[in-house]
């Protein structure tokens, strides 16, 4: 079974900054793209970042200069810097991946259960 699990969420203040992680366990074989989606209350999940195997990233462009993804393909981990939050930012954030499992060589979606972001005095 391959899991995203993700953490880092919590409380802070506007101006502030956290790091996301995420990190993919189980039978992988390897992982793709890999990235960030949120979902604040009331709207639909969007794109927040992206970054593909070999570094090529992309933002949405509220984050971007703010927000800034990177991955360690050895420890099968993506992390979200966001820094300058506001509270346009509150959401729930998902980590996002492409992997291919190691007993069926084909590549699907995966999605963590989300970590809470709230941008509050």
């Known amino acids: 079974q391959i899991r995203l699990v993700e953490s880092g969420g919590g409380l802070v203040q506007p101006g502030g900054s956290l790091r996301l992680s995420c990190a993919a366990s189980g039978a992988i074989a390897s992982i793709n793209d890999m990235g960030w989606y949120r979902q604040a209350p009331g709207n639909k999940r969007e794109l927040v970042a992206r970054i593909t195997s070999s570094g090529m990233t992309n933002y949405e462009d509220s984050v971007k200069d703010r927000f800034t993804i990177s991955r360690d393909n050895a420890k099968k981990e993506v992390y979200l810097q966001l820094n300058r939050l506001n509270a346009d930012d509150t959401a729930v954030y998902f980590c996002?991946?492409?992997?291919?499992?190691?007993?069926?060589?084909?590549?699907?979606?995966?999605w963590g259960q989300g970590t809470r972001v709230t941008v509050s005095p």
């Open positions: 996002n991946a492409v992997i291919v499992w190691d007993v069926v060589r084909v590549p699907a979606t995966y």
